[in-house]
């Protein structure tokens, strides 16, 4: 049985990736783009105000880093 993924804003996604060694290099509207400079793997992460990335977005994005959501 697969664990449930949190809910969690842009702003928790992305203190998250940078913990884990990714580098905000670019952003362009309200989409920031993140990446790792040992493993270069980019990601964008939507930035909207307040609002929760949907579970399917997270998903995508922690499947694109190679990464599991640890609390």
Partial sequence: MS???????AKELARFLTRRGFVLF?????????????????????MHAGKIVGPGLLKSILKQVALEWDE
Avoid: A, C, M
């Fill in 3 to 9: 664990k449930r993924l949190p809910r969690v804003t």
């Fill in 26 to 46: 670019d952003t362009k509207g309200s989409h920031y783009h993140y990446w790792h400079p040992i493993t270069r793997q980019k990601v964008t992460i939507p």
